[in-house]
Protein backbone atom coordinates (compact mmCIF):
# COMPACT_ATOMS: atom_id res chain seq x y z
CA UNK A 1 0.00 0.00 0.00
CA UNK A 2 1.26 3.31 -1.40
CA UNK A 3 0.44 6.15 1.52
CA UNK A 4 0.79 9.55 0.60
CA UNK A 5 3.46 11.87 1.93
CA UNK A 6 0.79 14.73 2.00
CA UNK A 7 -1.57 13.06 4.40
CA UNK A 8 1.30 11.33 6.63
CA UNK A 9 2.18 15.02 6.90
CA UNK A 10 -1.22 15.63 8.32
CA UNK A 11 -0.95 12.70 10.55
CA UNK A 12 2.05 13.76 12.15
CA UNK A 13 0.41 17.45 12.37
CA UNK A 14 -2.78 16.19 14.25
CA UNK A 15 -0.74 14.26 16.67
CA UNK A 16 1.58 17.36 17.48
CA UNK A 17 -1.21 20.08 17.71
CA UNK A 18 -4.02 17.25 18.65
CA UNK A 19 -6.61 19.67 17.05
CA UNK A 20 -7.42 19.02 13.57
CA UNK A 21 -7.99 22.73 13.21
CA UNK A 22 -4.50 24.06 14.41
CA UNK A 23 -3.12 21.49 12.74
CA UNK A 24 -4.58 22.20 8.72
CA UNK A 25 -3.64 26.24 9.75
CA UNK A 26 0.10 24.69 10.68
CA UNK A 27 0.03 22.60 6.96
CA UNK A 28 -1.53 25.79 4.96
CA UNK A 29 -4.95 23.32 4.03
CA UNK A 30 -8.44 23.96 4.56
CA UNK A 31 -9.68 21.56 7.80
CA UNK A 32 -11.83 19.60 5.42
CA UNK A 33 -9.12 18.61 3.25
CA UNK A 34 -6.96 17.42 6.34
CA UNK A 35 -9.65 15.79 7.33
CA UNK A 36 -10.32 13.68 4.05
CA UNK A 37 -6.77 13.48 4.18
CA UNK A 38 -6.51 11.57 7.16
CA UNK A 39 -9.66 9.47 6.45
CA UNK A 40 -8.14 8.19 3.40
CA UNK A 41 -4.99 7.17 5.56
CA UNK A 42 -7.42 5.14 8.00
CA UNK A 43 -9.58 3.59 4.92
CA UNK A 44 -5.98 2.16 3.39
CA UNK A 45 -4.79 0.91 6.68
CA UNK A 46 -8.13 0.30 7.46
CA UNK A 47 -7.76 1.21 11.19
CA UNK A 48 -9.31 4.48 13.16
CA UNK A 49 -6.20 6.47 13.70
CA UNK A 50 -7.90 8.90 16.26
CA UNK A 51 -10.70 9.01 18.83
CA UNK A 52 -12.67 11.65 17.98
CA UNK A 53 -14.29 14.02 20.95
CA UNK A 54 -15.46 17.06 21.18
CA UNK A 55 -12.47 18.06 23.77
CA UNK A 56 -9.68 16.11 22.76
CA UNK A 57 -8.36 14.12 19.52
CA UNK A 58 -6.40 11.22 21.22
CA UNK A 59 -4.48 8.33 19.07
CA UNK A 60 -5.42 5.38 19.03
CA UNK A 61 -3.25 2.03 19.62
CA UNK A 62 -2.79 2.35 15.67
CA UNK A 63 -2.46 5.40 15.16
CA UNK A 64 0.62 5.76 18.08
CA UNK A 65 2.32 3.46 15.83
CA UNK A 66 1.28 4.79 12.42
CA UNK A 67 2.52 8.21 13.72
CA UNK A 68 6.18 6.60 14.82
CA UNK A 69 6.53 4.98 11.09
CA UNK A 70 5.00 8.51 9.52
CA UNK A 71 7.27 10.46 10.92
CA UNK A 72 10.66 8.39 10.35
CA UNK A 73 9.01 8.47 6.89
CA UNK A 74 8.71 12.02 6.97
CA UNK A 75 12.69 12.53 8.02
CA UNK A 76 14.16 9.98 5.83
CA UNK A 77 12.10 11.71 2.93
CA UNK A 78 13.45 15.27 3.80
CA UNK A 79 17.00 13.72 4.14
CA UNK A 80 16.48 12.51 0.62
CA UNK A 81 15.51 15.50 -0.60
CA UNK A 82 18.16 17.04 0.69
CA UNK A 83 20.85 14.97 -0.59
CA UNK A 84 19.46 14.94 -3.96
CA UNK A 85 19.61 19.43 -3.64
CA UNK A 86 23.37 18.76 -3.05
CA UNK A 87 23.81 16.24 -5.48
CA UNK A 88 22.87 19.27 -7.99
CA UNK A 89 24.88 21.29 -5.79
CA UNK A 90 28.68 19.78 -6.25
CA UNK A 91 29.44 22.55 -3.44
CA UNK A 92 27.57 21.64 -0.96
CA UNK A 93 27.66 18.64 1.32
CA UNK A 94 30.75 17.11 3.39
CA UNK A 95 34.09 17.82 1.42
CA UNK A 96 36.19 15.38 3.01
CA UNK A 97 40.42 16.45 2.61
CA UNK A 98 43.35 14.53 3.58
CA UNK A 99 46.81 15.79 4.23
CA UNK A 100 49.93 14.67 4.67
CA UNK A 101 51.57 14.91 8.01
CA UNK A 102 54.62 17.06 6.34
CA UNK A 103 52.24 19.48 4.93
CA UNK A 104 49.06 19.71 7.45
CA UNK A 105 50.11 21.87 10.47
CA UNK A 106 51.97 24.44 8.39
CA UNK A 107 49.84 24.69 5.25
CA UNK A 108 46.23 24.50 7.05
CA UNK A 109 46.19 27.78 8.49
CA UNK A 110 46.76 29.34 5.21
CA UNK A 111 44.54 26.77 3.33
CA UNK A 112 41.23 26.64 5.38
CA UNK A 113 40.08 29.49 5.36
CA UNK A 114 40.65 29.65 0.81
CA UNK A 115 38.62 26.42 1.46
CA UNK A 116 35.79 27.62 3.66
CA UNK A 117 35.15 30.61 0.79
CA UNK A 118 35.42 28.44 -1.95
CA UNK A 119 32.70 26.16 -0.45
CA UNK A 120 30.63 27.84 1.60
CA UNK A 121 27.73 25.50 1.74
CA UNK A 122 30.09 22.64 2.12
CA UNK A 123 31.69 20.73 5.72
CA UNK A 124 35.07 20.48 5.82
CA UNK A 125 36.05 17.17 7.31
CA UNK A 126 40.28 17.36 7.55
CA UNK A 127 42.35 13.91 8.13
CA UNK A 128 45.85 13.55 8.27
CA UNK A 129 47.43 10.13 6.10
CA UNK A 130 50.27 9.01 4.63
CA UNK A 131 50.21 9.99 0.85
CA UNK A 132 49.21 6.33 -0.04
CA UNK A 133 46.44 6.12 2.43
CA UNK A 134 45.09 9.29 0.60
CA UNK A 135 45.47 8.19 -2.67
CA UNK A 136 43.67 5.05 -1.44
CA UNK A 137 40.53 6.76 0.28
CA UNK A 138 40.24 8.72 -2.66
CA UNK A 139 39.77 6.00 -5.26
CA UNK A 140 37.63 4.46 -2.72
CA UNK A 141 35.41 7.53 -2.52
CA UNK A 142 36.11 7.81 1.03
CA UNK A 143 37.73 11.02 1.15
CA UNK A 144 37.24 13.74 -2.03
CA UNK A 145 40.52 15.96 -1.90
CA UNK A 146 44.33 15.36 -1.23
CA UNK A 147 46.68 17.44 -0.08
CA UNK A 148 49.95 15.94 -1.15
CA UNK A 149 53.44 16.48 -2.31
CA UNK A 150 54.64 15.83 -6.12
CA UNK A 151 55.64 14.31 -7.70
CA UNK A 152 54.01 11.03 -6.95
CA UNK A 153 52.43 8.08 -8.69
CA UNK A 154 48.27 9.13 -9.46
CA UNK A 155 47.66 7.09 -12.17
CA UNK A 156 43.82 7.50 -12.86
CA UNK A 157 43.54 10.87 -10.32
CA UNK A 158 43.44 13.98 -11.50
CA UNK A 159 46.36 16.28 -9.81
CA UNK A 160 47.48 20.27 -10.40
CA UNK A 161 50.66 21.71 -9.03
CA UNK A 162 50.32 24.78 -6.30
CA UNK A 163 53.48 25.87 -6.09
CA UNK A 164 56.80 24.83 -5.69
CA UNK A 165 58.47 24.67 -2.27
CA UNK A 166 62.21 24.53 -1.72
CA UNK A 167 64.45 22.73 1.05
CA UNK A 168 66.12 24.55 3.46
CA UNK A 169 69.49 23.62 5.27
CA UNK A 170 69.20 22.80 9.19
CA UNK A 171 72.24 22.26 11.27
CA UNK A 172 73.91 23.17 14.37
CA UNK A 173 75.48 26.29 15.04
CA UNK A 174 79.23 24.74 14.73
CA UNK A 175 78.14 22.51 11.86
CA UNK A 176 80.72 23.99 9.41
CA UNK A 177 77.93 24.66 6.17
CA UNK A 178 79.99 24.98 2.32
CA UNK A 179 79.54 27.79 1.01
CA UNK A 180 77.87 28.77 -1.42
CA UNK A 181 75.53 25.80 -0.79
CA UNK A 182 74.54 23.91 -3.27
CA UNK A 183 72.84 20.61 -4.21
CA UNK A 184 76.10 18.93 -4.84
CA UNK A 185 78.28 20.24 -1.75
CA UNK A 186 75.42 17.60 0.33
CA UNK A 187 77.35 14.72 -0.66
CA UNK A 188 79.68 15.75 2.23
CA UNK A 189 77.44 16.37 4.73
CA UNK A 190 75.48 13.62 7.27
CA UNK A 191 71.82 13.84 6.67
CA UNK A 192 69.39 12.84 8.96
CA UNK A 193 65.88 12.11 6.78
CA UNK A 194 62.64 10.22 8.20
CA UNK A 195 62.31 6.70 8.15
CA UNK A 196 61.28 5.15 4.87
CA UNK A 197 57.35 5.12 3.77
CA UNK A 198 57.87 9.05 4.46
CA UNK A 199 57.19 10.89 1.11
CA UNK A 200 59.00 13.75 2.31
CA UNK A 201 62.52 11.55 1.94
CA UNK A 202 61.70 10.11 -1.24
CA UNK A 203 61.49 13.69 -2.44
CA UNK A 204 64.67 14.62 -0.88
CA UNK A 205 66.24 11.92 -2.01
CA UNK A 206 64.73 12.22 -6.00
CA UNK A 207 65.57 16.08 -5.46
CA UNK A 208 69.18 15.62 -3.87
CA UNK A 209 69.55 12.73 -6.42
CA UNK A 210 71.36 10.33 -3.62
CA UNK A 211 73.18 7.75 -4.01
CA UNK A 212 71.91 4.43 -1.59
CA UNK A 213 74.64 5.40 0.46
CA UNK A 214 73.41 8.67 1.95
CA UNK A 215 70.09 7.82 2.92
CA UNK A 216 70.13 7.43 6.97
CA UNK A 217 73.30 5.39 8.10
CA UNK A 218 72.77 5.94 11.78
CA UNK A 219 69.23 7.19 12.36
CA UNK A 220 65.90 7.09 10.80
CA UNK A 221 62.90 9.77 12.56
CA UNK A 222 58.99 9.52 12.15
CA UNK A 223 58.71 13.34 11.93
CA UNK A 224 60.27 16.77 11.94
CA UNK A 225 60.56 17.40 15.06
CA UNK A 226 61.98 14.81 15.89
CA UNK A 227 64.97 15.27 13.37
CA UNK A 228 65.66 18.79 14.67
CA UNK A 229 65.88 17.49 18.36
CA UNK A 230 68.90 15.07 16.81
CA UNK A 231 70.60 17.84 14.51
CA UNK A 232 69.86 20.49 17.45
CA UNK A 233 72.00 17.71 19.64
CA UNK A 234 74.64 18.02 17.11
CA UNK A 235 73.97 15.23 15.34
CA UNK A 236 74.31 15.95 11.65
CA UNK A 237 71.82 17.99 9.60
CA UNK A 238 68.45 17.54 7.50
CA UNK A 239 66.56 19.23 4.78
CA UNK A 240 63.32 21.30 6.36
CA UNK A 241 60.51 22.26 3.55
CA UNK A 242 60.01 25.93 3.60
CA UNK A 243 56.88 26.21 4.92
CA UNK A 244 57.60 24.49 8.28
CA UNK A 245 60.69 26.96 8.34
CA UNK A 246 58.37 29.94 7.79
CA UNK A 247 55.80 28.48 10.43
CA UNK A 248 58.45 28.57 13.21
CA UNK A 249 59.22 25.01 13.44
CA UNK A 250 63.06 26.02 14.00
CA UNK A 251 62.54 28.07 16.97
CA UNK A 252 62.14 25.75 19.70
CA UNK A 253 66.39 24.69 19.07
CA UNK A 254 68.08 27.14 19.89
CA UNK A 255 71.18 25.88 18.75
CA UNK A 256 70.27 25.11 15.16
CA UNK A 257 71.10 27.56 11.90
CA UNK A 258 69.24 27.21 9.14
CA UNK A 259 70.30 28.42 5.56
CA UNK A 260 68.93 28.19 1.89
CA UNK A 261 70.15 26.71 -1.26
CA UNK A 262 72.20 28.61 -4.15
CA UNK A 263 71.12 28.40 -7.79
CA UNK A 264 68.44 25.65 -8.01
CA UNK A 265 67.94 24.29 -4.47
CA UNK A 266 66.35 21.15 -4.30
CA UNK A 267 62.22 21.21 -3.99
CA UNK A 268 59.26 19.40 -3.90
CA UNK A 269 55.68 20.50 -5.31
CA UNK A 270 52.94 20.98 -3.60
CA UNK A 271 49.66 19.75 -5.05
CA UNK A 272 45.96 18.62 -4.69
CA UNK A 273 44.36 15.23 -6.34
CA UNK A 274 40.83 13.74 -6.87
CA UNK A 275 38.84 11.64 -8.69
CA UNK A 276 38.00 12.46 -12.18
CA UNK A 277 34.71 12.42 -12.02
CA UNK A 278 34.15 14.41 -8.90
CA UNK A 279 31.45 16.97 -9.65
CA UNK A 280 34.16 19.51 -7.36
CA UNK A 281 36.67 19.54 -9.94
CA UNK A 282 36.10 22.43 -11.76
CA UNK A 283 36.34 24.28 -8.08
CA UNK A 284 39.68 22.20 -7.34
CA UNK A 285 41.18 23.78 -10.36
CA UNK A 286 40.47 26.96 -9.14
CA UNK A 287 42.07 26.78 -5.91
CA UNK A 288 44.96 29.28 -4.62
CA UNK A 289 46.51 29.03 -1.33
CA UNK A 290 48.54 31.94 -1.91
Known sequence: MKYSLKNLNYLTAVARFQSFSKAAAACNVTQSTLSLGIQELERQMDVI??????????PTAAGTTAIAHAKNILELSSTLEQEMTNIKNPNAGPLRIGVIPTIAPFLLPTALPVMEQAFPDSALQISEDTTQTILSKIRAGQTDLGIIALPVDTKDLESRVLF??????????????????????LAHIDLLLLRDGHCLKDHIIQACKFPKHKQNQFFEAESLHTLLAMVNQGYGATLVPRMAIDSGIVKPFTNIITKSFEQKPPSRHIGLVWRRSDLRAGAYLKLDFG
Request: hydrophobic residues 40%; without cysteine.
Open 49 to 58: LFERTRKNII
Open 164 to 185: EEPFILSAHRDFQIPNPLTTLS
